[in-house]
C-alpha cells in the first residue's frame, strides 16, 4: 500500500453538520454536544481534509440580529484563512423550521415560497462571500404524504422558477457559483419531488439556465431507492453533470443511514472510487455522513478519518485492479474494449446498405462466453487483498 495519510491535493471534503452531528434523530436526543465552527475547521485541517461546507443556519444563528450573523460568519472566515481550509460548497436550509413542513419553493403557500427564495438569496451573497464554486439544493421537504395536496406539475413548475430565478440573481451579479442538486426518493417527505439522479437530471434540461445546473448525488440516496449509485453517477459523468458528490454509506431499503464511507457496499464503493478516479473528477469528494450515534470525543474524528482512508484504499486497489495483467486478460475476453469500438457509425444510405447485406449467424454469436464469473472474481479477490 502507498501512502494513506489524507492531504489537501485529494480534496476531501465535509459538511458541518456532519462529523458534528449531534447525534439527534426521531426517537432520541442529542448524545453529543455541539462543535463550535471554529473548532470544527481547526479538526479538519488536523486530520488532512481540504474543504469545508455550510447550510446558512449551520453557520449564522437563524433570526438572530446582523450583527451576531456577521460575528458568526466571521468566526468561521478566521478558521478558513488560519487553516488554509476552503469553503467547497454551501446550501440552504428548507427544511428544519417548521413553516417549511409543506415544502419551500413547492409550499403550498406562496409567502413560504417567496420566503425560500428570500433565504437562498441571502445566503447565495455569504457563499460568494466566502468564495463557493458549488451550491446545492437538496429539495429535503418539496413534496408530500398525501398525493392529494398538491398538483406534481405546479410543484415542479415552482421548482423550476425558483432555480431560474436563482440562476438569474447568480449571473447577474457576476458570481462564480454553480447549482447542484441533490436527489432523495423520500425522508423527510414520503414523496420527495426530483426523486432520483434520472430525474433530476432531465429536469435540469427543462432549466432555463441549464448550463449552469447540475448534480450532487448521494450514496445512500440512490441506495435508498434500490438504484446503482455507480451506474447513475457514470450516466451523470458521461452527461457532464457531476458537480459534486455526496460520499457515505448505506444499506438497500432502509431509511437514511448516512453511515462512514465504505463500510457497508464495499464492492458498489469500490467501483465508484474507481469511476471518479478514472474519469478524471476534480470536484471535491464531500462526506455527507455522521458517526454511529453511540461514538463520542476522539471517536468522531475516527470516523472522519476512516471515510478517507477507505477511500484511498480503494483507489490504490482500482490502480492495482487495472493494472494486473490478468484483470487485462478477462477483460479482453469479456468484450469490454470492444465496446469502446462504434458499431455501425453515423447513418449513411451506403452504411446501412452495408449493413442490410450482411451475414449474421445467430445461432454462433449465442455461443460466446463472456467470462464474467472469472473477471468478477478477480474484482473480489483484489478488494479482499489476496
Ligand atoms: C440528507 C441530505 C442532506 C443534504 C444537505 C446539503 O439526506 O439529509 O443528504 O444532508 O446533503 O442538506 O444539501
Ligand atoms: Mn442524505
Ligand atoms: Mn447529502
Not at 306 to 317: F, H, I, N, P, Q
Not at 335 to 362: H, I, K, M, N, W
Not at 365 to 375: P, T
Amino acid at each position: 500500500m502507498s501512502d494513506l495519510e489524507p492531504k489537501p491535493e485529494h480534496k476531501f471534503a465535509f459538511g458541518l453538520w456532519t462529523i458534528g452531528h449531534s447525534g439527534r434523530d426521531p426517537f432520541g436526543e442529542a448524545t453529543r454536544p455541539p462543535i463550535d465552527s471554529l473548532d470544527f475547521i481547526r479538526g479538519l485541517a488536523e486530520i488532512g481534509a481540504w474543504g469545508v461546507s455550510f447550510h446558512d443556519d449551520d453557520l449564522m444563528t437563524f433570526g438572530a440580529p446582523e450583527k451576531q450573523r456577521r460575528e458568526e460568519l466571521d468566526r468561521f472566515k478566521k478558521g478558513l484563512e488560519e487553516t488554509g481550509i476552503v469553503c467547497s460548497m454551501a446550501t440552504t436550509n428548507l427544511f428544519w423550521h417548521p413553516m417549511f413542513k409543506d415544502g419551500a419553493f413547492t409550499s403550498n403557500d406562496r409567502n413560504v415560497r417567496r420566503l425560500a427564495i428570500q433565504k437562498t438569496l441571502r445566503n447565495l451573497d455569504v457563499a460568494a462571500e466566502l468564495g463557493a464554486p458549488t451550491y446545492v439544493f437538496w429539495g429535503g421537504r418539496e413534496g408530500v404524504e398525501s398525493a392529494a395536496s398538491k398538483e406534481p406539475a405546479d410543484a415542479l413548475s415552482r421548482y423550476k422558477e425558483a432555480l431560474d430565478f436563482l440562476c438569474g440573481y447568480v449571473k447577474d451579479k457576476g458570481y462564480n457559483i454553480r447549482f447542484a442538486i441533490e436527489p432523495k426518493p423520500n425522508e423527510p417527505r414520503g414523496d420527495t419531488f426530483l426523486p432520483t439522479i434520472g430525474h433530476a437530471m432531465s429536469f435540469i434540461n427543462q432549466l432555463e439556465h441549464s448550463e449552469m445546473v447540475g448534480l450532487n448525488p448521494e450514496v445512500a440516496h440512490e441506495t435508498m431507492a434500490g438504484l446503482s449509485f455507480y451506474q447513475g453517477v457514470a450516466q451523470a459523468i458521461w452527461q457532464d453533470k457531476l458537480f459534486h458528490i455526496d460520499l457515505n454509506d448505506q444499506k438497500i431499503g432502509r431509511y437514511d443511514q448516512d453511515f462512514r464511507f465504505g463500510s457497508e457496499g464495499i464492492k458498489d464503493d469500490f467501483f465508484l472510487v474507481r469511476l471518479l478516479e478514472s474519469t478524471g473528477y476534480s470536484g471535491p469528494k464531500h462526506f455527507d455522513c455522521r458517526p454511529y450515534r453511540n461514538e463520542l470525543g476522539a471517536g468522531i474524528w475516527e470516523f472522519a478519518r476512516g471515510c478517507m482512508r477507505t477511500y484511498l484504499v480503494l483507489a490504490e486497489k482500482a490502480r492495482e485492479f487495472d493494472n494486473d495483467p490478468r484483470v487485462k486478460e478477462a477483460q479482453a475476453f469479456a468484450g469490454v474494449t470492444e465496446l469502446a469500438v462504434p458499431t455501425v457509425g453515423s447513418y449513411s444510405r451506403e452504411a446501412s446498405d452495408r449493413l442490410l447485406a450482411e451475414q449474421f449467424d445467430p445461432e454462433q454469436l449465442a455461443q460466446r462466453s463472456y467470462g464474467n464469473e472469472a473477471l468478477d472474481q478477480l474484482v473480489i479477490d483484489r478488494i479482499l487483498g489476496v
